[in-house]
């Protein structure tokens, strides 16, 4: 499952986005992880959670951050729960269309490996396609 929480700064996407980490540590029986560009998150998200910078690790653009979720899922088939903050920063391709192919190949991802994914964007939802609305 794909969920995605849009909304323009200051909306409380991210503040969301804990509250959704908390409780899926507290019902979930696997591993946390929660992705973000930088050091945003490292005061909000309990210790439970696995925090993962990816301007640590360099990832940059779409089929890059695909293929580190990829990886972490391989290095650790207990993850049930992917969390990405502010997607827009990670990606290259931010637009519409981009972001329906990245969250599609989420989703079939998600499916397979039984993994959810949560993931905050800063946008307008207004401006949001039909192929992005589906995971609202």
Do not use: W
Request: hydrophobic share 35%.
């Amino acid at each position: 499952m794909v969920k995605l929480i849009m909304g323009l700064s200051g909306s409380g996407k991210t503040k969301t986005l804990i509250d959704l980490v908390r409780q899926a540590i507290n019902e979930e029986r696997g591993d946390v992880i929660c992705i973000e560009k930088s050091k945003h998150l490292t005061y909000d998200i309990p210790y439970q959670a696995r925090l993962i910078r990816t301007d640590d690790y360099g990832v940059r653009g779409n089929t890059m951050l695909y293929g580190f979720l990829s990886g972490l899922h391989a290095g650790n088939y207990d993850i049930t729960h992917f969390f990405i903050d502010d997607l827009n920063k990670i990606l290259d391709d931010r637009s519409n269309e981009a972001l329906e192919k990245f969250l599609d190949s989420l989703a079939r991802f998600g499916e397979r490996e039984n993994v959810d994914f949560t993931i905050t964007i800063n946008a307008d939802p207004a401006s949001a396609g039909e192929g992005l609305r589906k995971y609202f």
